[in-house]
């Protein structure tokens, strides 16, 4: 294995577990930082924290979910092995999960940190067999997209049908595909899946959808910002204001019939 995949299978090592709601949230440098304030292209870093923070302040709160937010370190490393499998030790145990999200990049030199020109999103019903391909440059990702579909049906054993969903918000620029990444992911998360009626089907289309990505970045600002609070008021001895102390228990929902959009 050259040295760069193994470097980025180390990367990928660093973020498996289940950290403890008392732990230091994942680092952000100032170059994370500063690809969120100065409307640039977002690191996999900073998507790192944001899906961090959705583990912590949204899934935490459904303990039976089984849901899986892979790191965009994880995903890229998916798609570039050529031996899935391979990756067990590495990778979550998907047994029980039921959907997993990855961040895609297009990405071509694995010997290249921070490579690549594009994010999209990759949501992935295992319980479901289907994979939806959400991105904000008409599918600009759908190679990349398409060969983690079928890297991650090799690891799970089970066939997955892809779909590009076609109605994917768009972005006005080339720099905030990240940031849709990110929103994305939160909205499917949270009104899709989490918090929907597990009683009926539901659509998984964004159709009609609008994403400010000025509105999405100081959402992002903002949470960093309450988090650094956050981990103040922990050090000197306090509890998180930001914890749940309700849980939510219910089966997740299936997704509804998205055949129309599948190629």
């Known amino acids: 294995m050259p ?6 299978r180390d990367k990928a090592r660093r973020h498996l577990g289940d950290p403890s709601p008392d732990e230091a949230y994942l680092s952000l440098t100032r170059a994370d930082l500063d ?16 899906q961090e923070y959705l583990e912590r302040e949204e899934l935490n709160a459904f303990p039976k979910a089984s849901i ?16 899935p499998l391979s990756l067990k030790e590495v990778l979550p145990n998907f047994t029980h999960t ?17 490579g ?38 090799q690891l799970l054993g089970k066939r997955l049908r892809f779909i590009p969903m076609s109605d994917s918000p768009q972005q006005e620029n080339g720099s905030d595909c990240g940031v849709f990444v990110c929103v994305l992911m939160r909205h499917l998360l949270l009104k899709r899946l ?17 994403i400010n990505a000025k509105d999405g970045r100081r959402t992002m600002l903002k949470v960093i910002e309450e988090r650094r609070d956050e981990g103040k008021r922990r050090r000197s001895g306090s509890h998180s204001p930001f914890r749940n102390p309700s849980a939510h228990s219910k089966s997740p929902p299936r997704i509804g019939d998205e055949q129309s959009q599948e190629r």
Do not use: C
Not at 109 to 114: F, S
């Open 35 to 50: 690809s969120i304030k100065s409307n640039d292209w977002l690191t996999d870093n900073a998507i790192a924290f944001w």
């Open 3 to 8: 040295g760069s995949f193994s470097r980025i």
């Open 98 to 114: 039921t959907h997993v999200f990855l961040p895609i990049n297009d990405n071509t030199d694995v010997t290249q940190a921070e």
């Open 68 to 83: 899986v937010l892979l790191r965009p370190s994880m995903s890229y490393m998916l798609m570039q092995s050529a031996e």
């Open 194 to 210: 989490l918090r929907a009626d597990a009683s009926k089907k539901v659509s998984m289309s964004m159709r009609d959808a609008h």
């Open 116 to 153: 690549g020109s594009h994010w999209s999103l990759l949501l992935v019903s295992i319980i479901d067999g289907v994979s939806f391909h959400y991105d904000s440059m008409t599918q600009s990702n759908e190679r990349e997209a398409r060969s983690t579909t079928m890297k991650l049906e």
